[in-house]
């Protein structure tokens, strides 16, 4: 008799990816079997799989325009366990305290390296949010990455255990 000793996460893991995921696969390529997936523009089907997960630990990970999106769906009365906002970018900002409200906890991840790049640049005219989840978010955590590299940035600290700077 074979004992199965691997962990099991038991809340749903939903990701977001951003604007250019679906060329980049940014967010994609971390999507394990069981765990969904969502586009930035899929918000009514983002709304529905919240609805039908009333009550259950969710956990959304989202990226870009993908996090934009996600907050406004939350800040909607979608409640989530934890919401993870990695270099939110939109020009529409949700309310932040009813984002703050519907999770458990609120973790943003802001990409620190403000070099010169394609990636940074479209961040910036997307309508980067830089510091203001600070102000609603139950923690705000900056890396050393670009708009790109911070989705995989932040899934190697999350690994390692690394210590992020707070801002």
């Not at 004992?3 to 980049?24: C, F, H, M, P, Q």
């Not at 997936?37 to 009514?44: A, G, L, N």
């Not at 366990?81 to 270099?87: A, K, M, N, P």
């Not at 009813?98 to 620190?112: D, F, P, Q, S």
């Amino acid at each position: 008799m074979s004992t199965n000793t691997s962990i099991r996460e038991l809340r749903r893991i939903v990701w977001v990816g951003g604007a250019l995921d679906k060329y980049t696969g940014l967010v994609r390529q971390h999507v394990l079997p069981g765990q969904h997936y969502f586009q930035w523009f899929e918000q009514r089907a983002l709304s529905r799989f919240l609805q039908e997960q009333a009550g259950q630990p969710v956990l959304v990970i989202a990226h870009s325009y993908g996090a934009s999106m996600a907050t406004r769906v939350i800040a909607n009365g979608y409640r989530v366990d934890e919401l993870v906002t990695i270099d939110p970018v939109s020009w529409r900002r949700p309310n932040g305290a009813l984002v703050h409200k519907n999770c458990r906890h609120w973790r943003n991840y802001l990409a620190g390296d403000d070099k010169p790049n394609f990636a940074n640049l479209v961040a910036r005219c997307g309508g980067w949010w830089q510091e203001w989840p600070k102000l609603h978010a139950h923690q705000h955590l900056v890396l050393d990455a670009d708009h790109a590299l911070i989705v995989d940035a932040v899934l190697q600290s999350w690994r390692q255990g690394a210590v992020q700077r707070v801002a």
